[in-house]
């Protein structure tokens, strides 16, 4: 981008599609000191800031706003922009260290700096700037403690990093701070009691750290506090009677915590004796996956603005009250042991939101509870008028029961009789029997009948297991027990086993296990869903089956009581992090949340390193590349060309949500790992960002895997480290791109044309050549004919080759999801 133009104030290039690198130093001198307001945000700007140096000249800028681009390298100083109050970078590829001179007091007038989504490293300073308000430093990798000032700042966030140390440094950043959001990092340490007295303080966000002890009574002094949340810590002691007597706070979250008692809606008079519960502020309410005990308070039906109650996974008992809240509009007291029945008022809630758990709970007018509390009265009217009648009959049955007894007698006696005189002529047979028996099972025996009874099943039902992806790559540590037809078998996800052996079935008597056993249940569950209560008890006796194997592990289909069907990742032994870091990082995958997302539910650490799973939502679905690659060998109707551009289109949504809002990549996006749920082929990615737990051999060994399958981006073969970035995940989706409108597999050799290797090259090749409608799949080409569907398809091409571009000319997700949305 090379601006020459006459002197001018105010340049708006935002929201385009242009790309190159921005040269502002080629320009004149007398036109870059001239702008005060220069915004090239949401283009396709690669390189270097100013790599030309023409910062210094930039002497009236007042506004730089170069965000969602994708510029890297340092960033600099902007030492010699004076004028500057507001500088926003974020979503880029920014790398580094974060330097000192933006937070220091100096001749800038800096109001507000935003620089989240980026990849800069290293400590943060005290910021010491009287000017900054504004500072958003999230979702990069700044490490170290809390800065112990931070000057004049009124909102903050420092979330989404992995910064450490004592929480409680915030008691000395002063009455100026009105957010403060720090959620997701490796905070540890206590609330401090004695603070700053945050007299402007609106929002604290501490989630998805590591913070303990109790809640100090000053938390709850703060006079302008509207939202609170604490939640996924290791809080303990008593909710705090003061959030509910808070005409300010809106939102409370405290789930996820280890919090006692009762619910402490006591609504004592305040020390205002203008103000009425009418003006009891709270909207939000989250207390689940506690341990709260006690009954649910009948006055909380004075908090009138409730909209949010969430209360599942504690210790509450008695009825649910019957007047809650009218503006109630979401509902959760399920795994709880209330009792009674169901407020008319709530039936318009699912059974969900009740159940499981509570299990006295009933509906109102149900076939298991009386239609009305008059009703049980007179029934127990009616069973009181009964009892004689009882009794008699009573009676009557056990006199019956003695002669039906001695009857029984009689025959025993015959039978057995009989039996006898044919027991010696059949001693020698059994005995021939018992001992071939016995020398049978000394060998490895892979029958059904070998398991135990809870978990055979039939081999019809062991050949209908589908994988969820191609071929396994590598066996992973753990073999599946096969019969004698080498079908897939049940076993416990926990059960014994050597790696090395194909036997792995759970034992009948867990008490007689050895120590080292996963039985034992000594390992460590985590679950962050809260509608999903899951114990290492039912998780290491549920019957699984294996799904599926990748460079990553083993993938188990659990089924636990309830029904209820996980997808268990056994991950191999050797290629993740140490498990204080990997818990760190699958909770904050856990907090990622999508539509077309399958979402991590949770976790479990063993004793012993391979004792390493991840916890999903099991699918009921096939993979992108059988619908591409098996559909008359799976039965399964062929996709239509509007649905392969709806599945690109979700895909390409779902990248733009990862890259954009949580700025993290896919890093391993390929056919295998798009779901199509049945049964309307709704789009599901699996396996997002698990290089993040990876250690550097283990995504070493994912990307050989990716380039072996023909979705890894050639400049990785220059790169000493490659990474999963978020240009590499534009590539992949530039291959699945043409797998959709090829109908190929990405890794197949596709032709003999010299020097055409694999999918991208002959595409590229037919479309040099001015013949890409060969390209396309035959079974598409045959059934769409028309003007319509030839223009979808080349406008889903064109999209295809510019994904699979040199690194600094692919676009952007945000593009590409647009570009693919305005095909019609």
């Known amino acids: 981008m090379n601006l020459e133009m006459g002197s001018v104030l105010y340049i708006d290039l935002s929201c385009n599609r242009i790309s190159g690198t921005p040269d502002l130093g080629l320009a004149d001198e007398s036109f870059l000191s001239s702008i005060q307001y220069l915004n090239i945000s949401h283009n396709s700007l690669s390189g270097e800031l100013f790599a030309h140096d023409g910062m210094p000249y930039l002497d009236n800028l007042e506004v730089f706003d170069a965000s969602n681009n994708q510029l890297e390298g340092n960033l600099p100083s902007f030492t010699f922009v004076v004028s500057l109050r507001i500088l926003r970078l974020a979503c880029n590829q920014l790398t580094g260290l974060l330097p000192e001179a933006l937070l220091k007091e100096s001749s800038m007038m800096l109001s507000e700096l935003d620089l989240s989504q980026n990849k800069l490293e290293g400590p943060i300073g005290i910021i010491t700037s009287v000017t900054l308000q504004k500072l958003n430093l999230s979702s990069n990798k700044l490490y170290g403690p809390l800065p112990l000032r931070v000057g004049h700042c009124s909102i903050i966030d420092l979330s989404n990093n992995t910064l450490s140390g004592n929480f409680s440094r915030i008691r000395y950043w002063g009455n100026y701070v009105e957010v403060v959001q720090l959620s997701t990092n490796s905070l540890g340490g206590m609330l401090p009691n004695e603070t700053s007295q945050f007299l402007r303080l609106t929002a604290l966000k501490v989630s998805n750290n590591s913070l303990e002890g109790f809640l100090p009574p000053i938390l709850g002094t703060y006079p302008e506090l509207e939202e609170i949340d604490l939640s996924l810590n290791q809080l303990s002691g008593f ?193 021939t029997q018992e001992s071939t028996f016995t020398s049978n099972t000394e060998a490895p025996d892979r029958n059904l009948g070998a398991l135990p009874p809870a978990q055979r099943g039939s081999s019809d039902d062991a050949r209908n297991i589908h994988p969820v992806g191609k071929k396994p790559i590598d066996p992973g540590p753990f073999e599946l027990g096969k019969n004698e037809e080498g079908t897939s078998t049940p076993m416990s996800i926990l059960s014994p086993s050597n790696p090395s052996s194909s036997k792995s079935y759970q034992f009948e008597n867990p008490g007689s296990l050895k120590v080292s056993s996963p039985d034992k249940l000594v390992g460590d569950l985590h679950i962050f869903d809260g509608s999903l209560v899951l114990t290492v008890e039912e998780l290491s006796c549920a019957p699984a089956e294996v799904i599926g194997r990748s460079c990553h592990g083993t993938l188990y289909k659990a089924t636990l009581d309830s029904g209820h069907e996980l997808a268990i990742k056994w991950l191999r032994e050797g290629i993740t992090k140490g498990k204080k870091e990997l818990a760190r990082e699958i909770k904050k995958l856990g907090t990622i949340k999508h539509p077309n997302l399958v979402s991590v539910q949770g976790y479990y650490l063993g004793p012993k390193e391979h004792e390493k799973l991840i916890i999903s939502n099991y699918m009921n679905a096939q993979s992108l590349d059988i619908y591409l690659q098996e559909t008359d060998k799976r039965n399964l109707h062929p996709l239509s060309l509007d649905e392969r551009l709806r599945v690109a289109v979700e895909v390409a949504r779902c990248l733009h949500f990862l890259h954009d809002e949580k700025a993290i990549p896919h890093g391993n996006l390929k056919s295998t790992n798009i779901l199509l749920e049945t049964p309307n082929r709704n789009v599901l990615l699996t396996d997002y960002s698990l290089h993040r737990i990876l250690t550097a051999a283990g995504t070493a060994e994912q990307l050989l895997n990716a380039g072996a399958l023909g979705y890894r981006p050639p400049e990785f073969s220059r790169s000493s480290k490659p990474c999963p970035s978020l240009t590499s995940d534009v590539y992949a989706f530039g291959v699945v791109l043409l797998e959709l409108l090829t109908g190929r597999n990405s890794g197949e050799i596709v032709s003999g044309i010299p020097g055409v290797v694999d999918l991208t090259d002959w595409v590229r090749f037919l479309a040099e050549q001015d013949r890409s409608n060969q390209c396309f799949d035959r079974s598409i080409m045959d059934r769409h004919n028309g003007e319509r569907q030839s223009k979808i398809l080349d406008e889903m091409l064109k999209v295809a080759l510019r994904c699979i571009l040199p690194a600094s000319d692919r676009p952007d997700m945000k593009t590409v999801f647009g570009d693919l949305s305005t095909i019609r």
Do not use: W
Request: glycine fraction near 4%; proline fraction near 7%; charged fraction near 15%.
């Open 239 to 431: 909710v705090l009677p003061s959030f509910f007597t808070s005409t300010k706070l809106i939102n409370l979250n405290l789930s996820n915590n280890k919090f006692s008692g009762s619910i402490p809606i006591l609504f004592q008079p305040p020390n205002n004796p203008l103000v009425s519960a009418e003006n009891f502020s709270l909207v939000f309410l989250d207390l689940s996956h506690n341990n709260l005990s006690g009954t649910l308070p009948s006055n909380m039906s004075r908090l009138h603005n409730l909209a949010y109650l969430n209360l599942c996974n504690n210790q509450l008992e008695g009825t649910i009250p019957d007047d809650l809240p009218d503006e109630l509009r979401v509902l959760n007291v399920s795994f709880n042991n209330l009792s009674g029945v169901v407020p008319e008022s709530l039936k318009q809630f699912p059974d969900s939101a009740f159940h499981p758990g509570n299990t006295m709970l009933v509906f109102p007018h149900s076939q298991s509870s009386p239609k009305d509390t008059s009703n049980l009265g007179l029934r127990e009217h009616r069973l009181h008028k009964k009892s004689a009648t009882r009794i008699a009959l009573i009676a009557c049955l056990v006199a019956g029961g003695f002669v039906m007894a001695f009857v029984a007698i009689i025959i025993y006696y015959k039978v057995h009789h009989e039996k006898e005189r044919t027991s010696k002529q059949n001693e020698a047979m059994s005995i």
